[in-house]
Nanobody
Framework: QVQLVESGGGLVQPGGSLRLSCAAS????????MTWYRQAPGKEREQVAA????????SYADSVKGRFTISRDNTKNTVYLQMNSLKPEDTAVYYC?????????WGQGTQVTVSS
């Protein structure tokens, strides 16, 4: 079964950290580019961070540069998003996305809430 399963979301205070994970199954994870997106209430989904299949190149939205780090472990079929110095405006549902061979896959999302 092809699926992406996110985990690691939760409630955190401003300035805190969280690490999101996205476990992939049912496809050749190591050949797909992976991207984290987020969607806040009333806003459009936005790209947060992306990493190519080999992990050799990464990109970030300006709003998270220097605070978030995307990484992947192709031996564990998992992509991560380390989020530091979290702000209330980071509150959103975070989704992982796999793209390759004309195919696009989405996870179900994990809620991140940054609030005191």
């Amino acid at each position: 079964q092809v699926q992406l399963v996110e985990s690691g979301g939760g409630l955190v205070q401003p300035g805190g950290s969280l690490r999101l994970s996205c476990a992939a199954s049912g496809f050749t994870f190591s050949t797909y580019a992976m991207t984290w997106y987020r969607q806040a209430p009333g806003k459009e989904r936005e790209q947060v961070a992306a990493i190519i299949s080999t992990g050799g190149s990464r990109s970030y939205a300006d709003s998270v540069k220097g605070r978030f780090t995307i990484s992947r472990d192709n031996t564990k079929n998992t992509v991560y998003l380390q989020m530091n110095s979290l702000k209330p405006e980071d509150t959103a549902v975070y989704y992982c996305n796999a793209r390759g061979y004309g195919r696009e896959l989405w996870g179900q999302g994990t809620q991140v809430t940054v609030s005191s």
